[in-house]
């Protein structure tokens, strides 16, 4: 019986090129999309108790962020801090802060029902450029008042958690634990650990904010963030212990299958037992071969598409009879959020992004993932100019997420 490579063995051999990535990115993005459409047209959740259709509003930004944490681990093996943090902010903050005064000056204008002197005066208009420092806030003045549900881009609610994730990555870094991956899979042991514990002893009451409750980094919803963040790293650091199995990726696809008929089961569970599944489903999907989408393969939109899907299909219900028809929203804010995300990589991000070799050494070079199929050593050559990506590189040659 043939035994299959290893995820790292894998990436080698392909000089370090995770062909499945690039799709995987631009799917979940979408499919954040499609999860946001039915409270966006319904104003609730109607799914959110029946069998099977709640799994996706866990899975999808597990899987999302497990990811990043794969990707931006091989880029951070490899950096200094400081360049470590140049290379984020670039990649995240230019797009983030265009989005959010597009929102409050463009789209608040059009929207809000108060006179613009009052409303551009007010405290909640400028409360909302704070979402660009993880200060979420969701509404805006008057704004999409007559939506079934007022909120402008829910889809900041994880700047926060991304904020704390490169803190994190900044701490490995500087105490170099990304090469000590015992050290990364003890963090990765103490969460689960504490998931249970924190679930056993009882859960915190309410919808309690994560600074009000330090509890929710464990049990809250935003604790999945953390977890599947914390097993992408693991996934990287043990990437040549880990098997690209068929039959693997199989059965952990099955088992997600079950948990979805059976639940939907409380965080801290699906955090602990599901969420490596997940991971591993991620990781396997992402260094397989899958083919290029031709719309998207001139670059990464998925980041814009998760930034512009939300506030742009609120857009739709507010001008348009989409009230109560999920699908029908979908299908109408595709063609558009796709042009947005087009634009926001061809005239913000990518610019953006080239300037990197102004600032730090990885922009305008090339790191393969280095070596013979077999465990080589940390890939010393020079890198493609990707952020996240680091040692793995995209099928396409251009610079992504």
């Not at 959740?45 to 497990?66: N, R």
């Not at 991000?349 to 465990?375: C, N, Q, T, Y």
């Amino acid at each position: 019986m043939d035994v299959p490579p290893s995820i790292g063995n894998l990436l080698a051999s392909r000089e370090g090129v995770g062909p499945g990535f690039d799709v995987l990115r631009i799917a979940l993005a979408l499919s954040v999309v499609g999860w946001h459409s039915i409270y966006i047209a319904n104003g609730v959740d109607p799914f959110v108790q029946t069998p099977f259709i709640w799994f996706p509003g866990y899975a999808i930004l597990s899987m999302f962020f497990a990811l990043s944490g794969f990707l931006i681990t091989a880029s951070a093996m490899r950096l200094s801090l400081a360049d470590f943090i140049v290379n984020r902010g670039m990649r995240i903050i230019p797009a983030l802060l265009v989005e959010i005064v597009l929102s409050a000056i463009v789209l608040g204008a059009a929207f809000t029902t108060l006179p613009w002197a009052e409303y551009f005066q007010s405290h909640g208009f400028w409360r909302y450029f704070g979402n660009v420092a993880g200060f979420v806030s969701f509404t805006l003045p008057g704004v999409f008042e007559g939506n079934p549900g007022p909120s402008v881009n829910v889809s900041l609610w994880t700047i926060p958690y991304e904020i704390g994730w490169y803190i994190l990555m900044a701490a490995l870094i500087l105490s170099r634990c990304l090469h000590r991956p015992r050290v990364i899979l003890a963090l990765c042991t103490a969460f689960c650990i504490m998931a249970i514990a924190v679930y056993l002893t009882g859960l915190p009451s309410g919808a309690v904010s994560l600074f009000r409750d330090p509890r929710n980094i464990f049990v809250g919803d935003g604790s999945r963030l953390f977890i599947s963040f914390l097993l992408g790293i693991a996934f990287y650091v043990y990437r040549f212990d880990i098997a690209h199995s068929r039959r693997t990726a199989c059965a952990c696809a099955l088992l997600c299958l079950a948990v979805a008929a059976v639940g939907p089961l409380p965080t801290a569970l699906l955090n602990v037992f599901v969420t490596p599944l997940l991971v591993y489903l991620t990781v396997y999907i992402g260094v397989s071969d899958l083919p290029k989408l031709p719309l998207f393969r001139r670059g990464d939109y998925s980041y814009g598409i998760y930034l512009y899907g939300y506030p742009l299909q609120q857009t739709l219900v507010a001008l348009l009879p989409l009230q109560g028809s999920a699908f029908l929203l979908f299908v109408a804010v595709l063609p558009v959020v796709t042009g947005f995300a087009m634009f926001s990589w061809h005239a913000i991000e990518r610019p953006i992004l080239k300037m990197r070799r102004h600032f730090s050494f990885v922009a305008g070079m090339r790191i393969p993932d280095a070596g013979p199929v077999v465990r080589p050593e940390p890939p010393t050559h020079a890198f493609d100019g990707r952020v996240e990506v680091g040692a793995i590189r995209a099928a396409r040659p251009s610079s992504a997420v």
